[in-house]
Nanobody, 127 residues
Framework: QVQLVESGGGMVQAGGSLRLSCTFS???????MGWFRQAPGKEREFVAA????????YYSDSAKGRFTCSSDNAKSTMYLTMDTLKHEDTAVYYC?????????????????????WGQGTQVTVSS
């Protein structure tokens, strides 16, 4: 089972930027990857997905236009660059990798058990 480790979280003022990294213990092969987040008192929600080549991405409405998901397969690392952050972006961010799927639906619609999860990294945006 592949291990995922997030880094790059922290505290930033509204309007600022952060870049999260997710390092995989080994290549995830052809499987899709992505990011979820969970704010206090709210359900976990999808943020972004990327296919294994890094050429195709998919975003939630709240992330579209502000967040960029990218990957560097040579480094077995995925990134989430977040710009124009808002207070409502405050959450624990989790990176994920599909256990068997290659498409965005294998991230967006997958039951949690079908994904490998990182431990999460806290992002706090002060207003």
């Amino acid at each position: 089972q592949v291990q995922l480790v997030e880094s790059g979280g922290g505290m930033v003022q509204a309007g600022g930027s952060l870049r999260l990294s997710c390092t995989f213990s080994r290549s995830v092969g052809n499987y899709a990857m992505g990011w979820f987040r969970q704010a206090p008192g709210k359900e976990r929600e999808f943020v972004a997905a990327i296919n294994w080549s890094g050429h195709n991405t998919y975003y939630s409405d709240s992330a579209k236009g502000r967040f960029t998901c990218s990957s560097d397969n040579a480094k077995s690392t995925m990134y989430l660059t977040m710009d124009t952050l808002k207070h409502e972006d405050t959450a624990v961010y989790y990176c994920v990798a599909s256990r068997s799927g290659t498409s965005f639906t294998d991230i967006v619609q997958a039951p949690p058990v079908n994904l490998n999860w990182g431990q999460g990294t806290q992002v706090t945006v002060s207003s």
